[in-house]
């Protein structure tokens, strides 16, 4: 049976939804696997208090696949500005509320895309209750996605694991059966350690990811992170994706080969963040495929992903993935 799930992106955070907003244009066939293991900001606080899974990076795909006025879009992005309800998304809520009426995050999720009349699926990873624990090179460990960047910082240590408690939760079916039936699987762009990685440590992913016959592409970031990824190159960024999965899980990576102009970088650099680079000649010993590509947003004030370009690229790397299909 040739493979009709179209494409299936994998990740969390705004690099994902960037990425959505770009893919949407194109297709209707996008299932978005998203991270739930969030537990800071406005998210954290319904984690707290409701004891439900982690809406915001969720509520943030949903919105970028989103085919509602646009009206409707800025109210679920709106955040409250003052009282009790400071800094948190009107879309979190809403998202809490189908939980509650629904009794099922998952059927919340289901319910508020239906509501939104979105292009494609948006899929949590697992619905099961679980957390990051970050291990560094120094041997000192932290538990919750909210505190590695922190604890990084602190420890000055680079990260050598990423684990999830409870280990090996089960992933939701629906995204297995996406993952299998995909023709091209997409990782990132977004945070290494805490919204695309994550998600190969739920049970049954990367088994899936290694069944499906998808074309399979890793999106490098365009600059490093402070608080995770300080001085990794591009081939850094490979080889933590390998040793929290397998080798060769993918054979293609999207790299920016667009300068960053200088405010930029100088801003960036208070951060400890900078340009990636790409070690051409790592990547071709590895056989793994570089697409460079200028894909800066040039219109913003931050380094990231620019919607369209991205988006054509892989859609370039789409068809070429069909060819390969149709004829086998």
Known sequence: MKPDGGIVVIGGGTGLSTMLRGLKK????????????DDGGGSGVLRSDLGMLPPGDIRNCIVALSNAEPFMKKLLSYRFADGNLHGQSFGNLFLAALNGVT???????????DVLNISGRVLPVTVEDVHLVAEFENGVSVKGESKIADA???????ISRIKIVPEKPQALRDAINAILQARLIVFGPGSLYTSIIPNLLVEGVV??????????VYVCNVMT??????????FDHVKAFFD????GIFDTCIVNSEEIPASLQKRYAKEGAEK???EEEL????????YAAPLLNTGGNLARHDSEKLARVLMEILGESNDIFWNS
Do not use: P, W
């Open 26 to 37: 194109h297709t209707d066939n996008i299932t978005a696997i998203v991270t739930v293991m």
């Open 103 to 113: 009794g099922s995050f998952y059927d919340a999720v289901i319910k508020m895309s």
């Open 152 to 158: 990084k910082r602190e420890e000055n240590s680079r």
């Open 207 to 216: 088994d899936a990811i290694r069944l499906s016959r998808a074309k399979k």
């Open 225 to 234: 992170q402070g608080g995770e990824t300080e001085g990794y190159t591009a």
């Open 244 to 247: 929290h999965s397998c080798s």
């Open 276 to 278: 990636i680079v790409v």
């Open 283 to 290: 990547f071709e010993k590895a056989g793994i495929k570089l």
